[in-house]
């Protein structure tokens, strides 16, 4: 069973409501206390496991909720291409293996140290 936990915030805290169980109303002073507390709630609406019970707490900061989803998106981005620039830069250090540059001659450059050379060398 999933239930969703929308949480607004309040000044001192967090304003929740859970649809599913007759727009039970709750409050937290912290985020992390939401889902301890909708599974307690749970118990007077006939869930007999809390194990059944998902809670999906879905937060409204309409600015911040937008900038966090762009700054999380870019933070994929970056990891992806993040990945792919060490898979090109290992390419370049065996092109130069093979055409045998020395480690040291390869780490002056890449602008690294000649062990980050042989990290990125492949083994033979």
């Known amino acids: 069973m999933e239930v969703k936990a929308l949480c607004e915030r309040e000044a ?5 409501e ?5 727009n039970l109303q709750l409050s937290a ?5 939401v889902v301890a507390m909708v599974k307690e709630a749970a118990k007077n609406y006939g869930a007999t496991d809390n194990c059944e019970v998902v809670i999906k707490v879905i937060a409204s900061m309409p ?3 937008c900038d966090m989803e762009s700054a999380q ?4 981005q970056a990891a992806k291409l993040q990945e792919e620039a060490s898979q090109e830069i290992r390419d370049v250090v065996k092109q130069m293996r093979e055409q045998g540059l020395t480690m040291r001659d390869i780490a ?8 980050r050379v042989a990290q ?3 083994c033979s």
């Open 29 to 33: 002073k912290r985020l992390d206390k």
């Open 63 to 65: 600015g911040l909720i």
């Open 73 to 76: 998106e870019k933070m994929k």
């Open 120 to 122: 990125l060398a492949p």
């Open 108 to 115: 002056v450059l890449l602008g690294v140290t000649p062990q």
């Open 18 to 22: 859970v649809p599913e169980f007759k």
């Open 12 to 16: 001192d805290g967090w304003s929740v």
